[in-house]
């Protein structure tokens, strides 16, 4: 099982015994346009997009349980030297990529 996602080179505390190899975890999700306006309106005010950062976290949590997934398919029980990008594309998508390396640990 994959608990250990970090972002750091190397776990603390514990010895990598294998490298299994990069793996990586693509979410993309569509904004509702309504909360799109929303957004735009609280961000003129200075108030924070929830909607906006709830659509973040999900796919977040998306990319980083596929990536994970992946790393267990691996054999790892660890995942190192995690990444995450964020970005917008087309008309209101808002995309996360994370990337890492599978290692077992102990």
Request: charge should be negative; avoid cysteine; glycine fraction near 12%.
């Amino acid at each position: 099982m994959t608990d250990l996602v970090v972002t750091t080179p190397s776990v603390p505390g514990r010895e990598t015994v294998a490298v299994h190899g990069l793996v990586t975890g693509t979410a993309i999700l569509g904004a509702n346009v309504f909360r799109d306006i929303f957004a735009a309106v609280r961000d003129i005010v200075g108030g924070r997009s929830a909607a906006y950062e709830r659509e973040l976290n999900k796919a977040q949590d998306i990319a980083v349980s596929e990536m994970v997934e992946k790393a267990r398919e691996l054999g790892g029980n660890a995942v190192i030297g995690v990444d995450l990008d964020y970005e917008t594309i087309g008309g209101g998508m808002l995309m996360v990529s994370v990337s890492g390396t599978s290692v077992t640990v102990r």
